[in-house]
T-cell receptor
Framework: AQTVTQSQPEMSVQEAETVTLSCTYD???????LFWYKQPPSRQMILVIR??????QNATENRFSVNFQKAAKSFSLKISDSQLGDTAMYFC?????????????FGKGITLSVRP | KAGVTQTPRYLIKTRGQQVTLSCSPI?????VSWYQQTPGQGLQFLFE???????NKGNFPGRFSGRQFSNSRSEMNVSTLELGDSALYLC??????????????FGPGTRLTVT
């Protein structure tokens, strides 16, 4: 079965510190994308970062970077220099491949609180 | 490019009524997916439309239906509303094909309250 798992329901971090959010997935595919989405209190889902599975280099977008371990099927999001505006729910997402009916599958999400 | 838009942003309906939600995707995107988000169930996939055809469907009753028009705009309809249908309904658009076909961009959502 192909799944996406976020085992930490909540995390808290002090402003300016670094935090890592974990995500694991399961697939037998070799070429795919992985995504992290952010949903702040406004409820607008925002694409934070994408990782291409066939690239060994970890993706980076400003203060956001991933630690992609393909063999371990792990896809963590690291937020550096945390800011109050990073307070949000974070979802990792992965395409669930079922032939013609493939769709993007989301984890249950992690609620991140940044403390001033 | 303009982002994904959803109308209306807020709706209050009573049990038994029906409702139609609208979603306009990013220009050039041919796929529209719909999700229901509730505190208890999280983000649940409803269905996806690509080039006016339903390409994928989640595990929701037949009261939930949708369609897509030739300009890729999509509507979602819920008939015979139940209290449990109260949720945030999100639509997301994507190219729908190619390597980045699963990269979705979301609208602001429609908050539906059923009383």
């Amino acid at each position: 079965a192909q799944t996406v798992t976020q085992s930490q329901p909540e995390m808290s971090v002090q402003e300016a510190e670094t935090v890592t959010l974990s995500c694991t997935y399961d697939t037998s595919e070799n070429n795919y994308y992985l995504f992290w989405y952010k949903q702040p209190p406004s409820r607008q889902m925002i694409l934070v970062i994408r990782q291409e599975a066939y690239k060994q280099q970890n993706a980076t977008e400003n203060r956001f970077s991933v630690n992609f371990q393909k063999a371990a099927k792990s896809f963590s999001l690291k937020i550096s220099d945390s800011q109050l505006g990073d307070t949000a729910m974070y979802f990792c997402a992965f395409p669930l491949f079922t032939g013609a009916n493939s769709k993007l599958t989301f984890g249950k999400g992690i609620t991140l609180s940044v403390r001033p | 490019k303009a982002g994904v838009t959803q109308t209306p942003r807020y709706l209050i309906k009573t049990r038994g009524q029906q409702v139609t939600l609208s979603c306009s995707p990013i220009s050039g995107h041919r796929s529209v997916s719909w999700y229901q988000q509730t505190p208890g169930q999280g983000l649940q996939f409803l269905f996806e439309y690509f080039s006016e055809t339903q390409r994928n469907k989640g595990n929701f009753p037949g009261r939930f239906s949708g369609r897509q028009f030739s300009n890729s705009r999509s509507e979602m309809n819920v008939s015979t509303l139940e209290l449990g249908d109260s949720a945030l309904y999100l639509c997301a658009s994507s190219l729908g094909q190619g390597v980045r076909s699963y990269e979705q961009y979301f609208g602001p959502g429609t908050r539906l309250t059923v009383t």
